[in-house]
């Protein structure tokens, strides 16, 4: 199922917030290499919240908007930091992907 923004029922300031955070260094790193937005950039967000307000589906059409994979990383993945490890390393670094 495809997702998109216009699924994503959040205030709007909220959304762009993420969009700016996330979205515009990928989309255009040039504008990020120099200046004051090299010096005040960021290098992600953290969404929490309770099961079922949204934080999946913010993030699957942050990566659709940016043209990268989304790779979702359980609680018990996180404990286990070795194979968390691996697997970023067999999904991002040796296949070069962009992902969020």
């Given amino acids: 199922m ?3 923004f216009s699924q994503v029922h959040l205030p709007a300031h909220t959304i762009d917030s993420v969009r700016t955070l996330v979205s515009l260094p990928m989309l255009h790193p040039q504008a ?3 200046g004051i937005l ?3 950039s960021m290098t992600g967000c953290l969404l ?3 099961p079922g307000t ?3 589906l ?3 059409a942050l990566a659709k908007e940016a043209g990268c994979h989304m790779l979702a990383v359980s609680p018990s993945d996180v404990m286990d930091m070795v194979r968390v490890s691996s697997a970023f390393n067999d999904f991002i670094l ?3 992907i962009p992902s969020i």
């Fill in 2 to 4: 495809p997702t998109s």
């Fill in 32 to 34: 990020f290499k120099q």
């Fill in 38 to 40: 090299k010096e005040h």
């Fill in 48 to 50: 929490f919240g309770p």
């Fill in 54 to 56: 949204g934080k999946t």
């Fill in 58 to 60: 913010v993030v699957r």
């Fill in 94 to 96: 040796l296949r070069n």
